[in-house]
């Protein structure tokens, strides 16, 4: 049974780069990985998509090992308005469920 | 148009009271969720649409009844809900339907939902 696993807080200071790591076994090959982040009383909202390797796009990067078991979404450079919650979903390409993690509070600080 | 609004934003109810939710987009996507999502949770997936027919029921009660009239909007009607289903109700939208949910969710800001 498929599973999400993301720690429940980090904090990081501005500036630096911070990496969110979780944890999804019995992910099958076909299963992406889905970041998203949610600021209070908002919707989440879209940050990056993979299934394998690295993806790059303008705000984040989301590495992937060889094996799947986890993924690490990484925040370059965060700054104060990137206190959030950041999200990880796993898809399930045989069924279409939605597997969230529990969510991982990222205070910045000045 | 690159939003999905919803309405109201927020909504009391007591339980015997009828009353819906409205979610629309303009994106042209084929697909529309509704989710729950209690306070430090994450979203629950309720329902998914796909090209306008009910393509997932996550095993909802049926006191929430989702409707989509067309391919923009999206309806939740409840009936004589309970306390414990206050919470914040979520809608998306995504560019493709069928299986395939993999492209990138918009979500509304969301209404919050207190039933007394």
């Known amino acids: 049974l498929a599973k999400t696993t993301q720690p429940i807080s980090m904090d990081s200071y501005e500036g630096q780069e911070v990496n969110i790591t979780c944890s999804h076994n019995?992910?099958?090959?076909?299963?992406?990985i889905t970041w998203y982040q949610q600021f209070p009383s908002q919707g989440p909202r879209f940050i990056i998509q993979?299934?394998?390797t690295k993806v790059t796009n303008e705000v984040a990067s989301l590495f992937i090992p060889a094996d799947r078991k986890s993924s690490t979404l990484s925040l370059p450079r965060v700054s104060l308005s990137d206190t959030a919650v950041y999200y990880c979903l796993v898809v399930l390409s045989n069924t279409g469920k939605l597997i969230f993690g529990q969510g991982t509070t990222l205070q910045v600080k000045p | 148009d690159t939003e999905v609004t919803q309405t109201p934003k927020h909504l009391v109810m007591g339980m015997t009271n009828k009353k819906s939710l409205k979610c629309e987009q303009h994106?042209?996507?084929?697909?529309m969720y509704w989710y729950k999502q209690k306070a430090k949770k994450p979203p629950e997936l309720m329902f998914v649409?796909?090209?306008?027919?009910?393509?997932i029921n996550e095993s909802v009660p049926s006191r929430f009844s989702p409707e989509c009239p067309n391919s923009s909007l999206l309806n939740l009607h409840l009936h004589a809900l309970q306390p414990e289903d206050s919470a914040l109700y979520l809608c998306?939208?995504?560019?493709?339907?069928?299986?395939?949910?993999?492209?990138?969710?918009?979500f509304g800001p969301g209404t919050r939902l207190t039933v007394l």
């Open positions: 649409y796909s090209y306008e027919k009910l393509s």
């Open positions: 019995n992910i099958a090959t076909n299963d992406y």
């Open positions: 998306a939208s995504s560019q493709f339907g069928g299986r395939v949910f993999y492209n990138e969710q918009f």
């Open positions: 993979g299934y394998k």
């Open positions: 994106m042209g996507h084929r697909a």
